[in-house]
Each structure stands twice: as structure tokens, then as C-alpha cells.
């Protein structure tokens, strides 16, 4: 499955540059948002495969990443991607593999466009 392989690479890649320390507290601020959780729930209703700006907006609404640097907002994204991809789209049932690779790669991109 090339998505797993994707984020297992960029999660561990993010670890080696920025510590175990830093991905655990991403990691919480992403899983004990409400904004993350209020848009994991409209998602699910409408049932539909989140876009790249939707993703960075959650995201930036969260306090601790508003003056974050590029990678550690993409590291938020990437987490919360795999959170709607498992809590929600249950590995295939909205989106395929190729849609999520994609949806990854487009937040990564837009992530790298930010000042």
C-alpha cells in the first residue's frame, strides 16, 4: 500500500530532523482539537474526500501552529489525513489509494507554497 509507505516515510523522515519529542506533541495538538474534530465530523457526514486547503486550514485553526514553520504544519496535515483516512474513509471506502496519495501529495505542495 503506497499511501502507508508515504506517510510511515514522512513521519519517520520528520522524526530523524525534528525529534520524537516534537512528532509526539504535533500529534496531540492534532488529536485534541476541536477543530480537528468538528471537521473530521462534517466529513463524515457529507462523506466526502477532504481538499488540500481544507486540510492546511484545520491545520492553521489549531493555535500551535500558527506561527509554525512549513514542516510541522505538514506534519499536522499528514496526521490528520491519516486520521480521516482511517476514522472515515476506512482505507478505500470514499477514496482509493491513489485519491489519498494524491490528497497528500497536494497538501505537501501546499504546505511548501506558504510564506
Do not use: H
Not at 4 to 25: C, H, P, Q, V
Not at 92 to 103: N, Y
Amino acid at each position: 500500500m503506497e499511501y502507508e509507505n508515504l506517510i510511515e516515510s514522512f513521519t519517520n523522515d520528520f522524526i530523524r530532523e525534528f525529534g520524537e519529542r516534537k512528532y509526539f506533541k504535533i500529534l496531540d495538538k492534532v488529536n485534541n482539537s476541536r477543530s480537528v474534530r468538528n471537521t473530521i465530523e462534517q466529513f463524515n457526514e457529507l462523506q466526502i474526500i477532504p481538499g488540500n486547503t481544507d486540510i492546511v486550514a484545520t491545520i492553521m485553526n489549531i493555535p500551535f501552529f500558527m506561527l509554525a514553520n512549513k514542516m510541522t504544519i505538514a506534519m499536522g496535515g499528514v496526521i490528520l489525513i491519516d486520521l480521516w483516512n482511517k476514522k472515515i474513509n476506512n482505507n478505500g471506502e470514499i477514496a482509493d489509494d491513489f485519491e489519498v496519495v494524491t490528497l497528500y501529495y497536494n497538501v505537501l505542495r501546499k504546505c511548501g507554497q506558504m510564506i
